[in-house]
Structure formats: structure tokens, C-alpha cells
T-cell receptor, first 116, second 112 residues
Framework: EPEVTQTPSHQVTQMGQEVILRCVPI?????FYWYRQILGQKVEFLVS????????KSEIFDDQFSVERPDGSNFTLKIRSTKLEDSAMYFC??????????????FGSGTQLSVL | LAKTTQPISMDSYEGQEVNITCSHN???????ITWYQQFPSQGPRFIIQ???TKVTNEVASLFIPADRKSSTLSLPRVSLSDTAVYYC?????????????FGTGTRLLVSP
């Protein structure tokens, strides 16, 4: 089965530093997403991306966050100035985007971000 | 805010059938019911999805009554590797099929 690939698997950074989390979605998918899960808490939606623009975002996704599809294969999440509370597992996901209402999302294995 | 209600945890033994029930008291007419599985330190994985009646795939069965106020995920003959958190979700055009709202899920522990 095709997979969503995320790198790195672990990222440690200092508070205030910028981080970029990388994802390679499934090749023929059209919708891309970022979710996060703080340790012991729920999986939370951050943003969805389609046709080179954000289609929806949550209140968590503030000005510190940005997403980009710099080429035909990668999808990145940038946090400009990390805070302690940004420490979480960040999951990238993609879906086929055929426009049907019962889309299935494929998630990557995540990047564990630790902000010190 | 999660829209579904499910038990926090369940225990089972290898080889048993496990049924996890979820409440969908305010499900929108056009929403589908979807179940995901999550192992520790991994992303959620789609298991099964349905609108009503019964759906079966190679992994599980999903039972949805006519009123769609609940759904039951049935895992036949579980093994130790089925130990995971199971989430029921509602998704569709009205709620945004892309913006999945995860609850706390049901933590299933399968013992030998």
C-alpha cells in the first residue's frame, strides 16, 4: 500500500527557533493535511491544502505556522518561532481528492517535535 | 469539540470478537461514519467507513442502525497486534470531510 513519508522522525529545537517539518504525500493525491497530537491528548486538525492554497485551517494554525508545496512531491509545515507548547507529534496526511464526501485520509508516521 | 461518544477503554483476549460502540446523537444527514485505528507513535489508519446498514472489509465490520444514532465496529478474532486506540468519526460535506474531528477514542488492550 502507498505511504505518506515524514522526515525527520524526531526534531529537537530551542524555543524561538524555526523548524520545518517535511512530508512526501502519496503521489497521485490532491489534498494534503497537517494534524498534531500533544502527548496524551487528541489528534487535532491544523490545516488542509489543495490546489496550492490553504483550503481550511483551525484556530491553532496561527501566523506562526505556514505550509508550502515547494515542488511536485514535498509538503512542508514551518513553525517560525517555536514555543514550548508546540511540542507534539505532527502528522501529515493526504487524500485522493476525487471530490467525494467519503474521503479516506492516509497518515504518515509523524514527526515528534520537542521544543526545549 | 468531538461529536461522538465511545468507551474510554476495553479489554479482550486473543481470538475473541470485539465490538466497540459509538454514539452519534447529532450526526448530520449527509455525514459518513468512519473508524480509524492508531498504534502508539504512529498516525491514525483508516479502518472502515459506512453510511448505514452493514459494511464489511478484510479487517472489520461496521454496523449502523437505521436511525444512525450509533455505530458498532466489530473486530473478529482479535490478536495482540490489534491493541490500539480506535476512533469513530463523522465526516461529510457539512462537517468537512477533510477536517476530521478526533475524540479520545477507545483504547483496546488484547491480552494473551
Amino acid at each position: 500500500e502507498p505511504e505518506v513519508t515524514q522526515t525527520p522522525s524526531h526534531q529537537v529545537t530551542q524555543m524561538g527557533q524555526e523548524v520545518i517539518l517535511r512530508c512526501v504525500p502519496i503521489s497521485n493525491h490532491l489534498y494534503f493535511y497537517w494534524y498534531r497530537q500533544i502527548l496524551g491528548q487528541k489528534v487535532e486538525f491544523l490545516v488542509s491544502f489543495y490546489n496550492n492554497e490553504i483550503s481550511e485551517k483551525s484556530e491553532i494554525f496561527d501566523d506562526q505556522f505556514s505550509v508550502e508545496r515547494p515542488d511536485g512531491s514535498n509538503f512542508t509545515l514551518k513553525i517560525r518561532s517555536t514555543k514550548l507548547e508546540d511540542s507534539a507529534m505532527y502528522f501529515c496526511a493526504s487524500s485522493g481528492g476525487q471530490g467525494s464526501t467519503n474521503e479516506k485520509l492516509f497518515f504518515g508516521s509523524g514527526t515528534q517535535l520537542s521544543v526545549l | 469539540l468531538a461529536k461522538t461518544t465511545q468507551p474510554i477503554s476495553m479489554d479482550s483476549y486473543e481470538g475473541q470478537e470485539v465490538n466497540i460502540t459509538c454514539s452519534h446523537n447529532n450526526i448530520a444527514t449527509n455525514d459518513y461514519i468512519t473508524w480509524y485505528q492508531q498504534f502508539p507513535s504512529q498516525g491514525p489508519r483508516f479502518i472502515i467507513q459506512g453510511y448505514k446498514t452493514k459494511v464489511t472489509n478484510e479487517v472489520a465490520s461496521l454496523f449502523i442502525p437505521a436511525d444512525r444514532k450509533s455505530s458498532t465496529l466489530s473486530l473478529p478474532r482479535v490478536s495482540l497486534s490489534d491493541t490500539a486506540v480506535y476512533y469513530c468519526l463523522e465526516a461529510g460535506e457539512n462537517t468537512g470531510f477533510q477536517k476530521l474531528v478526533f475524540g479520545t477514542g477507545t483504547r483496546l488492550l488484547v491480552s494473551p
